[in-house]
């Protein structure tokens, strides 16, 4: 069963930073994309951030050039670095992860509030 931690949420004043991480439980982490989504209060989730399996990234448009996805092999894990944040960013910021059958995981969120 695959079985996610994540942790670095919490509240930050607008322009601060953040790191979220997401170690997962995963059988050959390396084979899988992984990606972090958000969900805003009363908005729909949507994807913030992905990093295949190559190593290649992309990322929303709100988002390019304030935050940057990576991942360690090594450790199983994904890491979110946000920074010059926004009130707007405010969300439950999940892990997720995706294999070549399709595959979906999500980890159980973390809140990040971006608020003076």
């Known amino acids: 069963q695959v079985q996610f931690v994540e942790s670095g949420g919490g509240l930050v004043q607008p322009g601060g930073s953040l790191r979220l991480s997401c170690a997962a439980s995963i059988n050959i982490f390396r084979l899988y994309a992984m990606g972090w989504y958000r969900q805003a209060p009363g908005k729909q989730r949507e994807l913030v951030a992905s990093i295949t399996s190559g190593s290649k990234t992309d990322y929303a448009d709100s988002v390019k050039g304030r935050f940057t996805i990576s991942r360690d092999n090594a450790r199983s894990t994904v890491y979110l670095q946000m920074n010059s944040l926004k009130p707007e960013d405010t969300a439950v910021y999940y892990c997720?992860?995706?294999?070549?059958?399709?595959?979906?995981?999500w980890g159980q969120g973390t809140m990040v509030t971006v608020s003076s």
């Open positions: 997720n992860a995706l294999n070549s059958r399709l595959q979906n995981y």
